[in-house]
C-alpha cells in the first residue's frame, strides 16, 4: 500500500509501544513501572490506537491530514471519550 495510511494496532502491538516510548522509562522504580503499566492498559482499551504511515513528499501532507480525519470520523465515539478516561485517571 502507498502511504499515507493508517492502520489499527492491537491491544498488545500498542501496550509495548507506548511503553517503549513512555516519558522518563529509565527513571522509573517497580512501584511507578507498575502504575504506568496499569494506566497504559487502561488507556488502549479506552482509546483506539493508530498507526499512521505518511508519506516522504510533503504536497501529500494534506491527504494525510483528511485520511486521519475520515478515520476519526469513522470511530465510533460512544465507546470512548477522552475526557472520561482522564477523569477515571488517578491523579499522581
Known sequence: MAAPWIESVSLRAGL????AHSYANSLLDRTMRAGE????????????????HPNTDPQKLAGLCRIILDDFRG??????V?????AEAPHV
Open 37 to 52: 503499566f496499569e494506566l497504559l492498559g487502561r488507556l488502549i482499551e479506552k482509546i483506539p490506537l493508530r498507526k499512521v
Open 75 to 80: 470511530l465510533d465515539s460512544s465507546s470512548w
Open 82 to 86: 477522552a475526557g472520561r478516561f482522564l
Open 16 to 19: 509495548i509501544t507506548l511503553l
